[in-house]
């Protein structure tokens, strides 16, 4: 059974910092480019950041660049989203994607910043 299972979403204060974990099962983690996408209120969802099987080229939506870091451990079969300096307008539920053969989402994660 497939599965890709977000954590570490939460309510942070303005300028402060979150750490998203995605723990995949059920599939060849290594096979697959991850990314993290997300979906505010009223809004499409969006592209953040991805990252290839290696690890290596991450790549960023501009409103993140500077202030996110997405890696992967595939020994853990996982990927991370290290976010910094947070705003109100990152406030959105959190989805992390694998995508290879197939496209496989997560459940998602809410974060919300707000003082």
């Known amino acids: 059974q497939v599965q890709l299972v977000e954590s570490g979403g939460g309510l942070v204060q303005p300028g402060g910092s979150l750490r998203l974990s995605c723990t995949a099962s059920g599939f060849t983690f290594s096979n697959y480019a991850m990314s993290w996408y997300r979906q505010a209120p009223g809004k499409e969802r969006e592209l953040v950041a991805s990252?290839?099987?290696?690890?290596?080229?991450?790549n960023y939506a501009d409103p993140v660049k500077g202030r996110f870091t997405i890696s992967r451990d595939n020994a853990k079969n996982t990927v991370y989203l290290q976010m910094n300096s947070l705003k109100p307008e990152d406030t959105a539920v959190y989805y992390c994607n694998g995508l290879g053969p197939y496209s496989y989402w997560g459940q998602g994660t809410q974060v919300t910043v707000s003082s």
């Open positions: 990252i290839t099987r290696a690890g290596n080229r991450p």
